[in-house]
Every structure is written in C-alpha cells, then in structure tokens.
T-cell receptor, first 115, second 116 residues
C-alpha cells in the first residue's frame, strides 16, 4: 500500500457520460498529480495541485477538470466521455513541489472503460 | 519541453544475470531530475531509483544502478542478479525545473521479462 488511495478501481460507462475519480494523497503530502496511461499515448501528465491551487497543467482536455479540496483530497472530473478516454488514470502525491528531494508516490490507478 | 526515449520496447534476461535498460532524454533546463519507475502486472507505479542531474556520482539502490552520462543525455538502468520479481514494465522519466517544474515526462516503457 503506497498510502495514496484512488477510487474507484474500475469504472465502466458509456460515451457521453460524466465520471469523477477521487484521490486521497499520502498523509503529509501537499501536492497531487494526475496522469493518464493509455496504450497509444503512454503516460501523460494531466495536472498538478499544490495545497489547493493549480500549479502545473499538461495535456488535459477541456472536457476534463480537477480540483483539490481543503482536506487535500483531489477529484478528476471527466465529461462528455469518448471511447478514446478509456485509460488508466493515476493519482500521485508528493510532500512539496516535485524535486529530487521528494518524489512522486503513485496510487494503484482507476481503470476507466468507455463503451 | 522535455522528451524521453526508451528505444527498447522489450528486453529479456535470465534469472541471476545482469540486464541494462536504455534511456535518452532531452531538456533545455540545467536543473533536472531523472527517475526509473517500475510497473509490475499489478499496475502500481513503483520508484526504482532517482538521480539529480547536478550529481556526477551514479545512483545505486541495492541491485539497481544507473549509468548517467549528462553530456550524452543518457540515463540507463542496470539490474544485477535479476530476480523473477523484477519482471515488469520499466519507465524512465525526467522532471525539469523552470516552467516544467512539477511535471514528470515519461518514456514509452520497456517490458522486462525474467526467465527462470
């Protein structure tokens, strides 16, 4: 157990629907990161939050949004889902900003299947 | 922006032997960090080893060591005395400073098979 908790582990939904993925970071970690892993795109950085504020943005679609709450848990919202959104979505956390002094700890991922 | 290239989609090794996984990267930042992550069939991403670019000494973690060639922008992973539990997908990643700080860029991964 890495200490980063992601729910749900698996999710099957239909095109056009909306889902929310939830992440609880490791105790004491202030930064939360979201990554998408798909067969064709590999591991892609989506977005980072640090202590409630958006800190860095990657290849996140406009249909996707995220936030980090005061208790530091984070949610990734995916809307108007398409077949291509099927992927493994990882949450990771770190104590502060990512550097060599503190590294990312990953959750087990949420497997999203869009039918 | 940074890029990471892993040129070996698949590698195999006999148990107890040594294997080296290749990685090259590109970044315009002078301050950056390099990582190797392992993803076993459980899908969990596990940190194997990390290297600060400003350190000339190659990092070592038990049976895992790196060969960091900064000028060549090469960061290979050597696994000694391979074990069945080392079988996994291995990802090389770079985190550069500046405006990219906070973003890990991953390579496409290398699938490592360990034969008994």
């Amino acid at each position: 157990d890495s200490g980063v908790t992601q729910t749900p582990k698996h999710l099957i939904t239909a095109t056009g629907q909306r889902v929310t993925l939830r992440c609880s970071p490791r105790s004491g970690d202030l930064s939360v990161y979201w990554y998408q892993q798909s067969l064709d795109q590999g591991l892609q950085f989506l977005i980072q939050y640090y202590n409630g504020e958006e800190r860095a943005k990657g290849n996140i679609l406009e249909r996707f949004s995220a936030q980090q709450f005061p208790d530091l848990h984070s949610e990734l919202n995916l809307s108007s889902l398409e077949l291509g959104d099927s992927a493994l979505y990882f949450c990771a956390s770190s104590v502060g900003l990512l550097s060599g002094a503190n590294v990312l700890t990953f959750g087990a991922g949420s497997r999203l299947t869009v039918l | 922006a940074q890029t990471v290239t892993q040129s070996q989609p698949e590698m195999s090794v006999q148990e107890a032997e040594t294997v080296t996984l290749s990685c090259t990267y590109d970044t315009s930042e002078s301050d950056y960090y390099l990582f190797w992550y392992k993803q076993p069939p459980s899908r969990q991403m596990i940190l194997v080893i990390r290297q600060e670019a400003y350190k000339q000494q190659n990092a070592t973690e038990n049976r895992f060591s790196v060969n960091f060639q900064k000028a060549a922008k090469s960061f290979s992973l050597k696994i000694s005395d391979s074990q069945l539990g080392d079988a996994a997908m291995y990802f090389c990643a770079v985190n550069a400073g500046g405006t990219s700080y906070g973003k890990l860029t991953f390579g496409q991964g290398t699938i490592l098979t360990v034969h008994p």
